[in-house]
């Protein structure tokens, strides 16, 4: 418990004063941060490197709860659902999956939850 308290009072320090700004420190219901990160590696390249630099690099894992269902549009996955509308910048569901896969690989993702569309993630042979 002490260790989780360590890395997310670091990963607060880092958002506030170095990168994101005051206002990116706000938190959701959850305790999560609600950064203006629009690039999805860079959100664990952060942890990774907080993780690190607290010294935890070799007992701290990441767990994601992606609420794909929130940016599924017509089939496919709109990972940019915060701007205007634009179907040419959605993705298919392997390309979805080929991103996660790229996670796992490149970070210490050892958790995943809701990473395709609720009621049709068992057509796609994902989930």
Same mark, same amino acid.
């Given at each position: 418990m002490c260790i989780g308290a360590e890395v997310?009072?670091? /990963? #607060? $320090?880092v958002i506030?004063?170095?990168?994101?700004g005051k206002k990116a420190i706000n938190?959701?219901?959850?305790?999560?941060?609600?950064?203006?990160?629009l690039e999805n590696k860079e959100v664990l390249?952060? /942890? #990774? $490197?907080?993780?690190?630099?607290a010294g935890y690099?070799?007992?701290v894992i990441i767990g994601m709860d992606v609420a794909a269902s929130e940016f599924f549009r017509?089939?496919?996955?709109?990972?940019?659902?915060?701007s205007p509308d634009d179907s040419s910048r959605y993705i298919t569901p392997d390309q979805l999956a080929d991103m996660y896969k790229s996670?796992?690989?490149?970070?210490?993702v050892a958790s995943t939850e809701d990473l395709?569309?609720?009621?049709?993630?068992?057509?796609?042979?994902?989930g």
């Open positions: 997310y009072h670091n /990963l #607060k $320090n506030k004063e170095k990168k994101y938190m959701s219901e959850e305790g999560r941060f609600a950064s203006n990160i390249e952060l /942890l #990774k $490197n907080v993780i690190g630099k690099a070799d007992k017509s089939g496919k996955y709109d990972l940019d659902f915060k996670f796992i690989k490149d970070y210490p395709f569309d609720q009621p049709k993630a068992h057509c796609h042979g994902h």
